[in-house]
Structures are given as structure tokens and as C-alpha cells.
């Protein structure tokens, strides 16, 4: 089995990202900053919006102060390396992502959309922090997302254990079907790039 269908995934990265990436190292790490930045604020604000859900909020803390932990360290790589952070970049992953979550309906049906978007990038993540810790030659950045990669698979699983939690299993099962369609269908659209992480 793959490691892309044990993430759930439909479509694995195209190979020739890795190459472009070790290429565009610098954009590479600024993208990453800010996509650790990104997840943190996004964890907080999933818990300022159901702070009744006692587990979720639970859940997240943690994360918040994990993923702040991850942009900090890559601060750290690109002021060892001499970089600069440089600019935050449009995220046309997930902005696609986000243009497909369901709106207007039932708050719970954008809720469970929500945790399974977050899923997604982490899953997406996760896939090509392995694809680094495999394919650059650089043996210190080799193990940095190597170790980048076994933390996004813990929240790719946190993410879909909360949907388990807050919602039936084959609900939750259902429309993970349908976003990882979707998903495949927006990473077969989008140029592969070297200077964004997805």
C-alpha cells in the first residue's frame, strides 16, 4: 500500500515537485513558515468559534501551541541558512479548498466541512514533508521534515477523529469520500510549483 492511499489521498504529488523545491529552498522554507503560521491561527479560531465543544477545544490547545512551535522553527532554519522570512504568498490549494466547503445549510454541515479541510492540508502536508525527508540531499533539511512529516500525520488523524466525534461515522466517511475527489481534482489543476509547499 502506498503512502499516499494511507493518508486517503487520490493523487500523489507530482515527482517532479521535490526536484523543483530543493531548487527554490528559500521559498520553499518561507511558504513553510507561514503555512505553520496559518495552521496555528486557524486552530484558534476553530476554538473561538465552537467554544462550547469541550473535546475540540481540548484537542486544539495543544496543536495551537505545536503548530507556533513548527513556524518557530522554521524561523530558526531560514535565520541559521542567512534568509530572510520573506512575503506570504497566495495559497491557491487552499484557497480552492475552502471555495468548495458547503455555505448557507446547516452550521454543522460547514463544521464537519471544516475539520476535514484541515485534514486534507495536513494529510497533503504530510505527503510531501515525506517526499523532502526523501528526496533532498541536504541530510540535515532530510530529517528536519522527516520529523515534520510524522507530526502532520498525528493531526491529519486528530482532525478525523474529531469529525468521528462530533458526527456519525458514515456521515463523516460519505463526505471524506467526496473531498478527497475534490481534492485530487484541485491538485490536478494547479501548475506544480516549486516555491509553495502545495
Request: aromatic letters at 10%; one cysteine or more.
Amino acid at each position: 500500500m502506498s503512502k499516499v492511499s494511507i493518508l486517503g489521498l487520490k493523487l500523489p504529488t507530482d515527482p517532479r515537485w521535490v526536484d523543483l523545491a530543493a531548487i527554490s529552498l528559500q521559498d520553499i522554507l518561507t511558504d513553510h513558515a507561514y503555512c505553520e503560521q496559518k495552521a496555528a491561527s486557524s486552530a484558534i479560531s476553530l476554538i473561538q468559534k465552537n467554544p462550547e465543544k469541550t473535546k475540540l477545544v481540548e484537542a486544539l490547545a495543544p496543536i495551537v501551541t505545536e503548530e507556533w512551535g513548527h513556524f518557530r522553527q522554521v524561523l530558526a532554519e531560514l535565520k541559521k541558512r542567512g534568509l530572510p522570512l520573506g512575503k506570504q504568498r497566495k495559497d491557491d490549494y487552499v484557497n480552492a479548498l475552502l471555495e468548495n466547503r458547503k455555505k448557507g445549510g446547516h452550521p454543522d454541515d460547514s463544521f464537519l466541512d471544516a475539520l476535514l479541510i484541515f485534514a486534507l492540508i495536513e494529510a497533503r502536508s504530510c505527503e510531501r514533508f515525506r517526499l523532502l525527508s526523501e528526496g533532498l540531499e541536504d541530510e540535515y533539511l532530510k530529517e528536519f521534515y522527516r520529523r515534520f512529516m510524522v507530526s502532520e500525520a498525528g493531526h491529519y488523524r486528530l482532525f478525523i477523529d474529531l469529525a468521528n466525534e462530533y458526527f456519525p461515522e458514515e456521515k463523516v466517511t460519505l463526505r471524506w469520500q467526496e473531498w478527497l475527489k475534490l481534492e485530487a481534482e484541485i491538485l490536478k489543476n494547479i501548475k506544480v510549483r516549486g516555491d509553495r509547499m502545495h
